[in-house]
């Protein structure tokens, strides 16, 4: 199974989002194996988000990452990376399609409602830097019989 870091950004926070949008998650069959609060830091918003360092919109986005805590989930599931990047939909919010979450959800570039892992490489990267060893919980969620067949498993 595949675990994928999702940051419930701060318009969501802002907006009333939060159950709406674990909501779909859980619809579709993820399992949450991981959720808190937190207040960005520096230090965290710099090794998120080094790829964009050089771009204009930098400082814009890190202000927005810091204006309210953000909540951090971990899901789990088969092909959990894909899973979850076709629930959110495409960077440009208004672009997005209708029925992901930043489609449904939101209507700007950079208050797109939510962040999620791009590749399976880049989210056990980021569920290490968000989460400690022991803030990740591993149970049996009985549903998941329903949720894949046998031979899937
Ligand atoms: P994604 O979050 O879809 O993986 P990126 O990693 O390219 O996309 O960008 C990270 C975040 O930076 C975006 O989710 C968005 O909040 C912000 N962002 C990206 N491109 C722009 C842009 N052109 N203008 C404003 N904000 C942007």
């Known amino acids: 199974m595949e675990r994928t870091l999702v940051l419930i950004k701060p318009d969501s926070i802002q907006r009333g989002l939060i159950g709406e949008i674990t909501k779909r ?3 579709k069959g993820l399992k949450l194996v ?3 609060m937190m207040h960005l830091s520096e230090a965290i918003i710099l090794e998120h988000y080094a790829h964009l360092a050089d771009k204009p919109f930098f400082k814009g986005v890190k ?14 599931g088969m092909e959990a990376v894909d899973a979850v990047r076709i629930l959110v939909g495409i960077t440009k919010a208004r672009a997005a399609d209708a029925g992901s979450i930043r ?3 939101a209507m700007s570039f950079q ?4 962040h999620a892992s791009d590749s ?4 056990q990267r980021e569920v290490k830097r968000f989460f400690k060893e022991d803030e990740i919980f591993d149970y049996e969620k009985t549903e998941y019989m329903h949720v894949y067949s046998e031979d899937e498993k």
């Open 25 to 27: 998650f859980e619809k």
């Open 34 to 36: 991981g959720m808190k």
């Open 63 to 76: 202000n927005f990452m810091q204006s309210s805590p953000v909540i951090a989930q971990c899901w789990e």
């Open 103 to 105: 489609g449904d959800l």
């Open 111 to 114: 208050c797109n409602a939510v």
């Open 120 to 123: 399976l490489e880049t989210a």
